[in-house]
Structure formats: structure tokens, C-alpha cells
């Protein structure tokens, strides 16, 4: 049998339409996560510092590890439980103190968050700095996060000096921006939900990571508003800073010439736009709000009473 002819094409209608070029956008390679380990020396460095600058040894006879650590060795543990410097060498390298901040120490707001009251406080806290800022740094790269700490820590900083009504607490370490780097990954939850598949599960492991986290600084000697001031800093700036693209959303480097989308995705969803610049408005204001309210405090407390006949 022979073969049958070829069918000829269709004249009348032309040859078949050509194949639409296909285009698959390259996945997103992770960021290189250098600034949190950076933070991480940074602290260690620090501390270190600080305990060469206490010189336990030339002021107690009862410094812990004298025999391994020479200079950098601890106070005693009835002058500090976690492993540290005492409180005047906190309070002269930069610690958080309310009176010193009104009369013109503005800089302790952001030097309070690079000390720690001892090793105990730095581990815990350097700990909680890889779990979290690791995997956040990784996402949304370094710039993002740096400011994210830093405005994070800024805001506990602030929230600690305005309930301080006594103005004798001295308070120090990086719980603030810790706590704003939590918020952070909660908005960001919100702000994403489209593109998360198991949405609640996520919700509800992040909040109760967030309560066990908070419930900690019902602890005595635990500074809890600075971790509130910077937890809610860290979430609204999250709305700010965190935005990823919608689902479906194609950049279009990555479409080919001649390639015409028909229905192309926005980059971001208009509830991502309003919650971004709603947060962006709400965060100044809080901070402008607040710096005020502790100048016109101390400035009121410095003007000499007069009498009014």
C-alpha cells in the first residue's frame, strides 16, 4: 500500500499562526547574609570592650573568672547576675538613661542598643539575631534590614524614655531592634498573604513566637516598653520596607519582544499601597510625636517657677 498524500494547507486561511514565545522568569537567588553576622562581631566586639573599660579586677577582690580572664573579668555576682560590667561603666559608654537624654545625650537613644548588661543578656540576644535576621536578610537584603534594626531599636529606645516617669532606670541591649525585626515578620505576613499557602499555620506559629517572646520581659529588671517601642516600630516599617510582588507579577526585563500581555499584573495590590503608606505616616508621626513630648517635658522641668501676683 502506498502512502497517502499530504493534506494540503489551507490557502484560503494561510499558514498556521506562529508558536507564542514562552518566557520563564530566572528564580530569585537569595541575598548573601553579611550584615547580621557583621552585627553579630560588632556586639561581641563590644561587650568585650566594655569589659576592659569596667577593670573588675582594680576595684573588687571577688571578680568572677579573675584566674581565665585577667582585666575582662565579671563583677561579682551580687552586683550583676548575668555575667557583666557594672552599671556606672554601662552608663558611661553610652547606656540608656532618661535624665542624661534630656539634657542633651541624644546619641544614648541609638548607643544603648550596641551594649549589654552581661555575656547571659549578649547570647541571648545574639541567638534570637541569627534565628531571625539570617533568613530576613537573605530575603530582602541588607539595606532593608540595617534600616529595619536600627529604626527598630531607635523606636524601644524612645518608648523606654517616655515611660521612664522616675528617670532613674539605665537600660541597654539590641531587644528593641530584636523585637522590631519580629514585628517585621509580621507585617510582612500580612502585607504577602497571597503568595503564603498555609496562611494560618504561618499566622499563628509567628504570634505565638511573638507572645512567648514578650511574656519574657515580664521578667524583673527587664526594660518590657522598650521591647513593645520596638516591636511596633518594626511593624509598621515592615508595611514600608518588606513588600514583595503580587502573585502572577512578571517583571518586564524578563518578557520577550513581541510578547504582549494582555491582562499584566500591577507589581503590588492596592491594599499593599495603602497599607504602605498608612504605616509610613503612622511611624513619623509616633516618632515626631514622641521626641517632642521629651523635649517639652525636660524643657518645662528646666524653667524656674515664678509667681504671678
Keep these: 500500500m502506498g502512502k497517502r498524500p499530504p493534506i494540503p ?4 486561511n494561510g499558514p498556521p499562526p506562529p508558536a507564542r514565545p514562552h518566557f520563564r522568569p530566572p528564580i530569585p537567588v537569595p541575598w548573601v547574609a553579611w550584615l547580621v553576622p ?14 576592659y573599660v569596667n577593670d573588675c579586677p582594680a576595684r573588687s577582690d571577688e571578680c568572677l573568672l579573675f584566674d581565665v580572664l585577667g582585666r575582662l573579668s565579671f563583677q561579682p555576682i551580687k552586683e550583676n547576675m548575668l555575667l557583666g560590667p557594672s552599671i556606672p561603666t554601662l552608663r558611661k559608654l553610652g547606656a540608656l538613661e532618661r535624665r542624661l ?15 549589654h548588661g552581661g555575656f547571659l543578656h549578649l547570647m541571648a540576644n545574639m541567638i534570637s539575631l541569627m534565628c531571625i535576621g539570617m533568613r530576613l536578610e537573605q530575603e530582602f537584603g541588607f539595606m532593608r534590614i540595617g534600616a529595619l534594626y536600627v529604626i527598630s531599636g531607635l523606636g524601644g529606645s524612645l518608648v523606654s524614655c517616655l515611660t521612664d ?21 509580621l507585617s510582612e505576613l ?3 498573604w497571597t503568595i503564603y499557602e498555609n496562611k494560618c499555620t504561618a499566622l499563628m506559629t509567628l504570634i505565638l513566637i511573638i507572645v512567648l517572646n514578650l511574656s519574657v520581659g515580664f521578667l524583673p529588671r527587664v526594660d518590657n516598653s522598650a521591647h513593645f517601642g ?21 517583571n518586564p526585563k524578563y518578557i520577550p519582544p513581541g510578547y504582549d500581555m494582555k491582562h499584566k499584573k500591577s507589581k503590588h495590590k492596592c ?27 525636660h524643657t518645662i522641668q528646666s524653667m524656674p517657677f515664678r509667681d504671678f501676683n
Design 190 to 192: 500580612i502585607t504577602n
Design 101 to 115: 537624654v534630656e539634657e542633651g545625650e541624644r546619641w544614648r537613644l541609638i548607643s544603648c542598643i550596641w551594649l
Design 165 to 185: 516617669s522616675q528617670g532613674e532606670r539605665v537600660s541597654v541591649g539590641a531587644s528593641g531592634a530584636l523585637f522590631g525585626l519580629l514585628g517585621a515578620m
Design 38 to 51: 557583621l552585627i553579630l562581631a560588632a556586639n561581641f566586639v563590644t561587650f568585650a570592650t566594655t569589659m
Design 9 to 12: 494547507p489551507d490557502i484560503e
Design 230 to 250: 520596638g516591636f511596633l516600630a518594626g511593624f509598621f516599617l515592615g508595611f514600608v520596607l518588606l513588600l514583595r510582588p503580587q502573585y502572577g507579577y512578571v
Design 271 to 297: 491594599y499593599q499601597h495603602i497599607l504602605r503608606f498608612t504605616s509610613l505616616a503612622i511611624l513619623l508621626a509616633g516618632f515626631i510625636a514622641g521626641y517632642t513630648k521629651l523635649l517639652r517635658e
